[in-house]
């Protein structure tokens, strides 16, 4: 058991024999061409039932049907069923694109979709019940929320002498590109495909948001129709990511300017090749004028003008493109000098009067929060700025700053929190899902767009337990009304087994993941403290401050957070709704867990819990990491449990254990760093007194040196051995 299949396993279940008089004896697929959705659907049943059940079907393609046997599942279109059964048109229900029905009778099963790949997403649906062990009579009518279910890879073509990395990537080199090229064999971009569809998620941006125009070469196109007929038979559309700066450095047109008519020209003509090549491609994803890459205000034009350039060239090909919203500039905001300065605030200002300028096939994609997939952030006011302008919200699935898949944060309960957040447009319920899924503002286009990042590592992320993360994402992207635990569960019963204690312990482990990842690293919405400059990863507190990106805790001796009020701080407040402006206004309305993200406050202030800011800091710490002891002990509990083969067990328990230790790290450095410069100490004793710790470096150990680290937080004394 080496991951590579995920969650999509069909091992065998108990008493599988006894299921098999409620299963079909036949598979029919209807008008199906090798190679197409409701072909691979067909194939799916197949391997699926015979792998969970021992039951081997007979398969046939057809377009009358007329089953062969007694019992069966037909799959196929709403409308090649139709043309075989014209009187069945107005018993089927309403679908939208990519939704299906599924009606399961007595070992007769009819998967219909509205396009083909919705009776492909019908097909997983069957398949997964079956592997939970559900064989039931029922009919289901599902729709997915919102049409655009994307996933985000940032895959580097070439980057310096490390080939096909992937940028906040933690599963390995890139699966599809190698060498400046994409790969010979893409195996991998195929079962990737596979996996995503079973959830539903329906395109992949391929390479990363900082793009390399060398994407773009003829040579790499005809490498990308060939990633694009990988994913083909899943009903998965390939997207690319673009350099704005690609008229200039790829095209040598000596400007980029959008309203340059050579420029739109150019983006045109190199829209056509690649429709040519794939010509089901979903569109393009755009990062402008942000971190060092160009854009359209180089030449100040708007952000408009530089989205509506590429929606021209896509839309004969209908195509829409996905312009983010992450716009900001730190070498413009000198944070040292300019106390108000503010990059929460930057793409609410960018995007406020834009709102009106986007062609239809402009959707803006909108990180979550609004500094940077941050452990606590309130969820970005731009959802609610943008009232005819679709938008996409932007999860990430890698875990750049929660923990890099070294540490079990499971996201699920983060996700739901903020697409549950009420917005209060207009003093009406505008809740981040019913923006996106267009219900709020009453639009056609919108949805999710997820960083997922995953290597040629079998585990796909690094981490087999990481898994549930993309899991959930797909089945939130399909309903926003997925519970944590429900999600949970399916993907416990199909990636290990639905042996009781398994689910338990697995489920207990994960939801206390996310909670106790925020108490060891950072609360009351400081963020994480991670090392800003370097990996996003262990505790650095002290590079929160001292760089032109950050300046986010602003602790001195006295007092910590970011005024963001706009009575007294940098009015980013300001950018909700007024019900929520009000809210976070005030130090009383605003809740404990964002206290420091809207306030700047004494480490005495008294919480709502009772306790000082300081003290909650020191208990939170200490109590997030010994939620992280128990991992390891919890984890123990399932060896040789049915499902946890010896080969998974080893490689979670090894990170488990290693994020109980790190957890620790955290703990220490954070409030020794807070004690140091509050000068306050903790009223229970704990922080700086460590009576039993031996210092690395006072130990003799034949072969290590001591050595100096960095960040100096990492090690008491900064000092290690190695
Ligand atoms: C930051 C990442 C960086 C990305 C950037 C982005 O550290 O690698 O390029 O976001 O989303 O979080 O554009």
Not at 1 to 25: Q, T
Not at 457 to 470: D, E, F, V
Request: hydrophobic share 35%; proline share 5%.
């Amino acid at each position: 058991e080496d991951g590579l299949s995920g969650w999509l396993r069909y091992a065998r279940i108990k008493g599988a024999n006894g299921y098999h008089n409620k299963l079909p004896s036949a598979i029919v697929t209807l008008n199906a061409t090798e190679g197409s959705p409701v072909y691979t659907a067909g194939q799916e049943l197949s391997d699926g039932i015979s792998g969970i059940f021992g039951k081997d079907l007979d398969f046939a393609t057809t377009n009358t049907r007329k089953p062969p046997r007694d019992t069966t599942a037909t799959v196929g279109t709403v409308s090649a069923y139709i043309d075989s059964n014209p009187g069945a048109a107005d018993r089927l229900p309403e679908l939208v694109d990519d939704g299906f029905y599924l009606s399961v009778s007595k070992g007769n099963v009819l998967i219909l979709g509205q396009n083909e790949r919705g009776a492909l997403y019908g097909a997983f649906h069957y398949l997964s019940l079956l592997a939970q062990g559900n064989a039931s009579d029922f009919t289901l009518t599902s729709n997915p929320e919102a049409p655009i279910r994307w996933v985000n890879q940032w895959d580097n073509m070439q980057d310096g002498g490390t080939h096909g990395s992937v940028e906040r990537g933690y599963g390995g080199d890139s699966i599809f590109f190698w060498d400046g090229k994409i790969r010979d064999d893409l195996t991998r971009a195929g079962q990737y495909a596979r996996l995503l569809a079973s959830i539903g998620l329906n395109a992949v941006v391929v390479n990363n948001v900082n793009a390399d125009a060398k994407t773009l070469t003829p040579e790499n196109m005809d490498g990308l129709g060939r990633i694009a007929d990988a994913f083909r038979p899943y009903g998965v559309q390939l997207a690319v990511s673009l350099n704005f700066a690609a008229p200039d450095t790829l095209g040598g047109l000596g400007t980029f300017d959008p309203l340059d008519e050579t420029v739109a020209k150019w983006w045109k003509d190199l829209t056509d090749e690649l429709y040519k090549r794939v010509p089901d491609m979903a569109g393009y994803l755009v990062k402008a004028n942000s971190e060092g890459q160009p854009g359209p205000m180089t030449y100040n034009r708007t952000l408009a003008d530089g989205a509506n350039m590429f929606a021209h060239a896509l839309k004969p090909h209908g195509g829409i493109i996905l312009f983010r919203a992450f716009v900001y500039d730190h070498r413009t905001l000198n944070q040292t000098l300019d106390w108000k300065a503010d990059r929460a605030n930057a793409a609410g200002d960018y995007f406020h009067d834009l709102d009106d300028k986007f062609e239809d096939n402009v959707v803006i994609q909108i990180k979550y929060g609004p500094i940077d997939f941050q452990v606590r952030e309130p969820v970005s006011p731009l959802f609610s700025h943008l009232v005819k302008t679709p938008s996409a919200i932007e999860l990430q699935i890698s875990q750049e700053y929660l923990g890099q898949q070294a540490h079990l944060v499971y996201l699920a309960p983060m996700w739901k929190e903020i697409l549950d957040f009420d917005f209060r447009v207009d003093g009406k319920p505008s809740r981040t899902s019913d923006i996106l899924n267009g219900k709020r503002f009453n639009r056609k286009l919108g949805g999710y767009a997820g960083v997922v990042n995953v290597g040629t590592n079998t585990t796909w992320l690094g981490s087999h337990l990481a898994m549930s993360n993309l899991y959930a994402y797909g089945r939130l992207a399909w309903d926003s009304s997925a519970t944590s635990e429900g999600m949970l569960e399916e993907w416990i019963k199909m990636t290990f087994s639905d042996d009781k204690k398994v689910i338990d312990v697995i489920t207990k482990l994960s939801m206390q993941s996310w909670p106790a990842y925020e108490d060891y690293t950072g609360n009351l919405g400081i963020q994480t403290l991670t090392d800003i400059l370097l990996g996003h990863y262990g505790p650095n507190p002290a590079s929160q401050d001292g760089n032109p990106w950050g300046q986010w805790t602003r602790a001195d001796g006295d007092t910590i957070g970011m005024d963001r009020t706009v009575w007294n701080g940098t009015g980013f407040a300001g950018q909700y709704p007024p019900e929520i402006a009000a809210m976070y206004e005030k130090v009383e309305t605003t809740p404990d867990n964002l206290l420091l993200w809207f306030h700047h406050v004494p480490y005495t202030q008294v919480l709502k819990s009772g306790k000082t800011v300081i003290q909650h800091f020191y208990d939170a710490h200490y109590a997030g990491s010994a939620v992280a002891q128990t991992f390891p002990q919890l984890w123990e509990t399932l060896r040789g449990r049915p499902g946890i083969d010896d080969e998974r067990f080893d490689h979670v328990m090894y990170r488990l254990v290693y994020q109980a230790g790190h957890s620790l790290v955290w703990r220490d450095s954070i409030n020794t760093f807070y004690a140091n410069k509050s000068g306050i100490a903790d009223t229970k004793g704990r922080v700086g007194n460590h009576p039993y710790r031996i210092e690395a470096e006072a130990m003799k150990l034949v072969g290590y040196e001591p050595y100096t680290v960095s960040p100096f937080e990492a090690a008491s004394g900064a000092r290690c051995i190695v």
